[in-house]
Structures are given as C-alpha cells and as structure tokens.
Nanobody, 119 residues
C-alpha cells in the first residue's frame, strides 16, 4: 500500500483547507485511517482517525473544527479543516493501519503535506 497526500497550502487564520490521501494497492477490509501532524521542533501528534466501520475520533485540539471522512471505495481519506489557527501549522501525514486477526498490524504512512496558517 502506498499513500499520496495532497491539499496542503497557505491559508489565513479562520480559513479552511481539505487534505486528501489516496491509497494505491489493496487495503485489508478492517483498518483505521487517520491523520497526524508535526510542527517544527515538536513531536508528531495525533489528529484523528476513522475506522473501516465509520467511527471517528479526534484530538481535543481539533475536535469540532476538523472532520475526517473517506470515499465510498474507502481508499481515500480526507481531512476537512475549518476555523484554522496558526497553531495548526504543521506537516500533516496520513496513516493507514490494517488490523489482522492472526498477525501484527501493518502500518503505512504518506509523505506529508505542509499546512501553514498565517495570523
């Protein structure tokens, strides 16, 4: 599985961006797709995830502002970011984790896309 993220850019505070992450290859049906971010000088942090059953979870810092979704084929994951703040500035990475009953999970990462929010 390879992941290709896109949609980053420069936006003013209060604005919106939509990130996309397209997966090539076959993803096991039971999986978790999500987004993480890394700001300069900081560790990578969790943003949110969506399970193959449709359940979502978000970090407190983005709850109510960001929305994660997938397409019908469930091979693309989106991150709709509204009411952006300067502290949302980071490189955003998409992730897919396949969950198997009889072996360890498989973990894939996209290349990252830069989001810069100006004040």
């Amino acid at each position: 599985v390879q992941l290709q993220a896109s949609g980053g850019g420069l936006v003013q505070a209060g604005g919106s961006l939509r990130l996309s992450c397209a997966a090539s290859g076959i993803i096991y049906s039971i999986n978790v797709m999500g987004w993480y971010r890394q700001a300069p000088g900081k560790q990578r942090e969790y943003v949110g995830t969506i399970t193959s059953y449709g359940g979502t979870d978000y970090a407190d810092s983005v709850e109510g502002r960001f929305t994660i979704s997938t397409n019908n084929a469930k091979n693309t994951v989106y991150l709709q970011m509204n009411s952006l703040k300067p502290e949302d500035t980071a490189v955003y990475y998409c992730n897919v984790m396949e969950l198997f009953r009889d072996r360890r999970p498989s973990d894939y990462w996209g290349q990252g896309t830069q989001v810069t929010v100006s004040s």
